[in-house]
């Protein structure tokens, strides 16, 4: 179980998933299959790809029935290739047959984004950089993606607005420059936190610089400009790429020497990994 996503969380989200498929009961199972049939299913995957949601796909079932018997045969980050069984379950018909849907969409869901994640990093090659997610999620789900850009092998970046301070084209218009701001937030924040700045000319980053903060984003930049604003900061912050980031591309923004490369393509765009359940 990852440090990201704690018992207590995974069964509360499943809980709310179940109440809201099954309603006031599954009148296709429960007046169809008998109440004390058994089967055995089989979850196969029909596409290569990362696996990821283990935890919750076996939650699904635990609460449903805690007598079902999961036997897995990857773990979460493993690679799995198509016709891979992943997992073998036994037992209650109308449990297994009532929480399919609600498993497959978590287990779905997240493998297809630890499989976009690793395809982000390993385009990188072997630079310094580091692809991270954003705060572009699934509303009430932002926990369950992340833990599975993390199983895709990529860094997290803010889990909320109140992890870090960043700056942004709103906020500084609104205090008048980007000094303006650092300044005024600086009197009131805590030690423990960072500062990011996002900047869009080569001149935000000179101020970025001379405002001292801890991280300065390069948004929307080509390369040939990332590179100048790398040299400018010359290691005095954590410099971030972020804007239009695609997997042809990504391997030239991380050329130009940058520490990170956010991007929202790992979550929004990431496909649903093709999983069944086969009864």
């Given at each position: 179980m990852s440090q990201l996503l704690h018992k207590f969380i995974i069964e509360e989200h499943v809980k709310n998933a179940l109440k809201e498929d099954i309603g006031f009961g599954d009148i296709t199972t429960d007046y169809l299959i008998d109440e004390d049939a058994k089967i055995k299913a089989k979850l196969n995957t029909r596409s290569d790809g990362i696996l990821c949601g283990t935890d919750v796909f076996k939650t699904v079932f635990n609460i449903l029935d805690d007598n079902i018997k999961i036997q897995?045969?990857?773990?979460d980050g493993d690679k799995i290739k198509k016709g891979d069984t992943i997992a073998v379950l036994e037992g209650s018909a109308r449990a297994i047959l009532i929480g399919e849907r609600t498993a497959l969409n978590y287990i779905q869901r997240l493998s297809g984004?630890?499989?976009?994640?690793?395809k982000y990093q390993d385009a990188i090659d072997s630079n310094k950089a580091r692809i991270t997610d954003t705060r572009k999620t699934t509303p009430g789900f932002r926990i369950f993606e992340k833990y599975a850009v993390y199983t895709g092998g990529a860094r997290l970046h803010r889990f909320n607005l109140s992890d870090c301070v960043m700056i942004k084209d709103n906020h500084i218009q609104y205090a008048g420059s980007i000094t303006n701001a650092v300044n005024k937030i600086r009197e009131k924040l805590s030690h423990t936190h960072k500062i990011e700045v996002e900047c869009d000319t080569i001149e935000q980053v000179k101020e970025a610089i001379q405002a001292k903060a801890d991280i300065i984003m390069?948004?929307?930049?080509?390369?040939e400009t990332m590179r100048k604003c790398v040299e400018l900061i010359n290691g005095n912050a954590i410099i971030e790429a972020s804007g239009n980031v695609t997997l042809e591309n990504i391997a030239r923004i991380a050329q130009t020497g940058v520490d990170v490369i956010s991007s929202s393509a790992i979550v929004a765009k990431a496909k649903t990994l093709d999983i069944a359940l086969d009864m």
């Open positions: 897995t045969f990857f773990n984004i630890a499989t976009e994640t690793r390069l948004d929307n930049m080509d390369c």
